[in-house]
C-alpha cells in the first residue's frame, strides 16, 4: 500500500508544493512547526533515510538546502533546522524548519489545525523567494 506521501506526490492528495524535480519534493507540512515548514520527500517510497542510496540523499540535502535559503529570505528566521525523524510516515522525509531557538523543532510545538490561509500565505512567500534565488543564481 501507498504511503500518504506516495499518494500526495502522485495528486491523490491535496499539498502546498514548494519545489518539484525528478528525484524529490517538497511540501508545506499540515502540522508545521514553524510557518513555512517543508517536508523534503524522495519520490521513490523509502522506509528509512538509512537505506537511501547516498546520492539520492546527496539530492535530498541539496533540495532542503535551496529550501532553507528560500526560508531565510522568506521568513528572517535566526536559522534553518534540518531533522530526519522517521516516525510519523514510513517514507523518509527531511524536515526543513525556521526556527529562533533549538526548543522549536520539538514535535510538542506542531500545530495540529494550522489556518489553510496561512499556510497559503506561507506557501505563496516561500515559491516566490525560490524563484527569487533562482533568478539571481542565473543573472550572476
Known amino acids: 500500500m501507498p ?6 506526490i502522485a495528486g491523490e492528495f491535496p499539498a502546498r508544493f514548494v519545489w518539484k524535480d525528478e ?3 517538497g ?19 523509502i522506509d528509512h533515510w538509512l537505506d537511501v542510496a547516498p546520492e539520492l540523499l546527496g539530492h535530498l540535502t541539496t533540495a532542503a538546502q535551496a529550501i532553507g535559503r528560500g526560508q531565510m529570505r522568506a521568513f528572517s528566521p535566526a536559522r534553518v533546522g534540518l531533522m530526519i525523524a522517521g516516525l510519523e510516515v514510513a517514507h523518509v522525509h ?14 510538542a510545538n506542531a500545530d495540529p489545525a494550522p ?22 543564481q542565473v543573472s550572476n
Open 115 to 136: 489556518d489553510p490561509a496561512v499556510l497559503d500565505a506561507a506557501a505563496d512567500a516561500l515559491r516566490t523567494a525560490l524563484r527569487e534565488i533562482s533568478i539571481e
Open 27 to 45: 511540501f508545506l507540512s499540515i502540522n508545521p512547526l514553524a510557518p513555512g515548514h517543508t517536508l523534503v520527500v524522495p519520490r521513490l517510497e
Open 3 to 8: 504511503s500518504v506521501f506516495s499518494r500526495i
Open 23 to 25: 528525484a524529490c519534493v
Open 94 to 107: 527531511l524536515h526543513v524548519v525556521p526556527i529562533r531557538t533549538v526548543d522549536e523543532l520539538s514535535f
